[in-house]
């Protein structure tokens, strides 16, 4: 009889449990089948968005806000690669570059975005409609680039491009760190840039409501939007606001008090105790390989290009052993582990981690901490008590991390006799005067270098003879830089890129420090962000999945 | 009065000339703007054809005589990176907000500050004058932006009571509230120590002790007679603090994602965006020179000792 009641109990027991799982479970699915089509708003806070401009033939500097009401030819899925926008494909020779363009392509007012579109584009950029529009910031670049184009059909274009330009694809067609954006050609053209400004027309997936220079921008979404793919399509959010809000601790304050969804870069030192997953209060996830910093050891090359003075002639860091002595006596893996708290990754590259030319072997292969060997180098290099040196820095949005750095690599050389004084420069002025023949911050100078997914573009900014945002060459460089930039062959571009970075590395002209991550911060209310592993550096904001 | 206050114009104007003098020059000897618009990608081709296109490959003479042209004509050219407006239009935009920021700072601050100064002064060495004093301590010692962020973390995270980054036409007027009082919390203990120096020296005036014999209550002695007197430099640090930051306030409008002068003009200097800068000081050290002179006829006004000597 006990046992008989005991046993009704338990199938009861059984029952109510069985009933609060299956309850569970489905109010799991309903949860997830209630992710709905369409909300209202979603907020962003960011620290910065390039440019202030609109008018995508005027640019000054990049501007990720055109992501959401201009148009790309292609871009990056949630794996990285690339995929289909405007162009649903893209085709590059030697002789130059096919696009086919989406028939669906619409601008804003109705009107078919077609070839010869793209084409005025190209012309508008390059300043054919000056004074009107100033023409791009690069648009010098993209009239060196371009000998010719061909507008096949509405839907079918060619570049004949003046030289084999493997890099087309990734610095003006907007695969991954693109550089510019396509425009409704014929309405920049009937209204004029001041007409364009007051009431801009694209072809993205939002329109511009209002906008405050400098400060926020309101994008409604366009419910007729063309796109259909899972990665570019009309978006969730019905409006989306973005806020400036340059001050680190006061853009995770809106977070934490549900002001924001989104926040953009996030300071370490309130990242490190956050969630990297959904649960009930902000969560955070780390962008890896955001930002590149390496130690440039600037005097070899003021010596290569016959501008150092006497004094600059006896610097220590011209001797390899010192060099190498200072990079043994740097903690990378500490500096990852505890500076920035687990959020960045020590590197032995010069390109960034899973880019087009990065060789993982290499990449991940870190110098030894060992400062005894570092003494023992610099007693041969004839610096047996150390000496004093200075390293030149400059901070850019999105690239956290660098005082605590340096403030570490400053402790790390005292232990071996170097007394270090890091000064820190306006970002504008750092970049400016970073060029031969000035080469202004010498000794040495922190770079930091966004993230590109050809290295073929970080050797033609930094690793030739006339990079813009100069760090290092050799005459062997130099020729290996003109046979990477002169084929479209990848096998052939691997190699050289390969070789151009065993050559600086070999020389000690710079120590690669770390891959640093960008944070991004989400409310309760965001369910995904799908974006690619390495960090975009123009967020994707309109693929948010938000849950209300 | 005539004769001094042309006199105060003349200076005003000499002032001026000075100031844009100063800016054009400082702005051209910390380097060329393109350089330091442009991104690290942009290559010398990208860097000389923006020079020409910005009209910044001419003689700087010529920029200097385009320059004052513009002052006179009201055309002060057009910002490198606001979207190529003009930079008039620009430094409107930012106007209102930094009128209503600066305004209700300073209000804040006297409404707060000049009771507590005339209650100091009243009690001296009491509880009150001493918590006064210490308050004031505080008060000068907390650096703005530290204010800022514990009003944002009190009032914001932890009360959910007020939004805190945009400006009255994204959040109204509950938008102002942490900005205003971060802001004019130095005031408040600047304006409370004067108050409460001046109002010790009127109180122990003659003039003070005569009416207290009349027998005219205490509240009428100390408001309208004391006061009234000290008024004098209150008013004075009153008109200096408010064209002080008429010409921005950074780290609040930084904290607050406030859209003001201060955050536009430092942005514009970073990028050298000379049109917008120079406007920006124009029209701020006009508002500065315009506030000191009716400051000094308002002062000579009151005192004819002034324009006399």
């Not at chain 1, 997936?205 to 220079?213: C, G, H, N, R």
Request: with cysteine; aromatic share 10%; glycine share 8%.
């Amino acid at each position: 009889m006990g046992q008989a009641r005991l046993s009704s109990v338990g199938v009861r027991l059984a029952g109510v449990l069985g009933g609060l799982v299956v309850l569970a479970m489905v109010s799991q699915a309903s949860g997830q089948q209630a992710t709905p089509a369409s909300v209202a708003k979603l907020t962003v806070a960011v620290d910065g968005w390039g440019g202030n401009e609109l008018d995508p033939w005027s640019l000054s500097t990049v501007n990720f806000l055109q992501d959401y009401f201009n148009l790309r030819l292609m871009g990056q899925d949630e794996e990285g690669k690339p995929v289909p926008l405007w162009a649903t494909e893209a085709r590059l020779t030697d002789e130059g570059v096919s696009f086919t363009l989406n028939p669906k392509a619409r601008w804003q007012d109705g009107r078919p975005a077609t070839a010869e579109d793209l084409q005025l584009n190209f012309e508008g950029m390059t300043g054919k409609f000056e004074p009107q529009f100033k023409g791009l910031w690069n648009g010098g670049q993209l009239r060196d680039t371009i000998q010719e184009i061909q507008v096949l059909d509405p839907h079918h274009i060619f570049i004949k491009t003046t030289r084999p330009n493997p890099f087309f694809l990734s610095q003006w067609a907007g695969v991954a760190y693109h550089l510019i954006w396509y425009g409704h050609a014929q309405y920049l053209r009937a209204v004029g840039h001041e007409g364009y400004i007051n009431n801009p027309i694209g072809g993205g997936p939002y329109k511009v409501k209002e906008w405050k220079a400098g400060e926020r921008i309101v994008f409604e979404r366009w419910e007729e939007f063309w796109g259909d793919y899972p990665w570019y399509r009309k978006p969730q959010a019905k409006t989306m606001e973005i806020l400036r809000v340059p001050d680190g601790a006061a853009r995770f304050a809106l977070l934490q008090s549900g002001q924001a969804d989104v926040v953009s870069n996030i300071p370490y030192a309130i990242a490190k105790g956050l969630p990297r997953q959904r649960g009930r209060g902000p969560w955070i996830r780390p962008y890896e390989a955001a930002g590149h910093m390496a130690l440039t050891f600037v005097l070899p090359m003021v010596v290569l290009e016959g501008t150092a003075t006497e004094e600059e002639r006896h610097d220590p860091t011209l001797d390899p052993r010192v060099r190498e002595a200072l990079e043994l006596a740097i903690d990378k893996r500490a500096i990852c582990d505890k500076a920035h708290f687990g959020l960045t990754s020590p590197t032995n590259s010069l390109y960034s981690p899973g880019s087009f030319g990065w060789r993982a072997d290499l990449g991940n292969r870190i110098s030894p901490y060992d400062p005894e060997r570092a003494k023992q180098l610099l007693r041969e290099a004839g610096y047996p008590e150390g000496f004093t040196t200075t390293v030149h820095f400059g901070q850019f949005p999105g690239r956290p991390g660098i005082p605590e750095a340096l403030d570490a690599i400053a402790g790390y050389w005292a232990r071996i006799g170097v007394k270090m004084t890091a000064v820190e420069h306006d970002a504008a002025q750092f970049v400016a005067r970073v060029r031969p023949p000035e080469r202004a911050w010498r000794p040495i100078m922190l770079q930091t270098f966004g993230r590109l997914e050809h290295s073929g573009v970080r050797v033609n900014d930094s690793y030739h003879k006339d990079s813009p945002y100069s760090a290092a060459w050799t005459p062997r460089t130099q020729e290996l830089w003109l046979q990477a930039s002169a084929t479209t062959d990848e096998a052939k571009q691997l190699e050289a890129l390969a070789g151009i970075e065993d050559e600086l590395l070999q020389h000690r002209y710079l120590i690669p420090l770390y891959a640093a991550s960008l944070i991004m911060g989400y409310s309760t209310r965001v369910l995904a962000h799908p974006t690619p592993r390495f960090a975009p550096h123009f967020m994707d904001l309109d693929r948010i999945v938000l849950k209300d | 009065m005539r004769r001094y206050a042309v006199q105060r114009l003349g200076y005003g104007v000499v002032t001026m000339w000075l100031v844009t003098l100063c800016v054009f020059a400082l702005l051209r000897v910390s380097g060329d703007p393109i350089k330091y618009m442009l991104p690290p990608e942009a290559s010398f081709s990208d860097i000389e054809r923006m020079r020409r296109v910005h009209g910044l490959d001419k003689p700087l003479w010529q920029q200097y005589l385009l320059f004052n042209k513009g002052i006179v004509t009201g055309e002060f050219g057009v910002s490198l990176r606001w979207d190529h407006r003009p930079a008039f239009e620009v430094f409107l935009s930012r106007l209102p907000a930094t009128l209503q920021l600066t305004t209700a700072a300073v209000v804040f601050s006297v409404l707060l500050g000049v009771p507590l100064g005339v209650l100091a002064a009243t009690r001296p060495n009491s509880l009150w004058d001493r918590l006064g004093r210490t308050g004031a301590v505080i008060g000068q010692s907390m650096p703005v932006f530290w204010v800022g962020l514990l009003l944002i973390l009190l009032f914001t995270v932890w009360l959910g009571w007020l939004p805190s980054a945009g400006g009255i036409d994204r959040l109204g007027l509950a938008g102002l509230i942490m900005p205003a009082v971060s802001l004019g919390f130095y005031l408040v203990a600047a304006h409370m120590r004067i108050v409460r120096s001046t109002m010790l020296d009127a109180l122990s005036a003659p003039y003070i002790v005569m009416v207290q014999a009349k027998g005219i209550p205490r509240r009428v002695v100390l408001w309208k007679h004391a006061l009234k007197n000290a008024a004098i430099p209150v008013f004075t640090l009153f008109a200096v603090n408010f064209a002080q930051l008429i010409s921005g306030a950074v780290i609040t409008e930084s904290i607050f994602a406030w859209p003001g002068m201060g955050r536009l003009l430092v942005e514009s200097v970073f990028a050298r965006d000379y049109a917008v800068v120079q406007t920006v000081v124009f029209f701020a050290a006009a508002m500065i020179v315009i506030l000191n002179i009716v400051v000094d006829l308002t002062y000579a006004w009151l005192d004819p000792r002034i324009r006399l000597g």
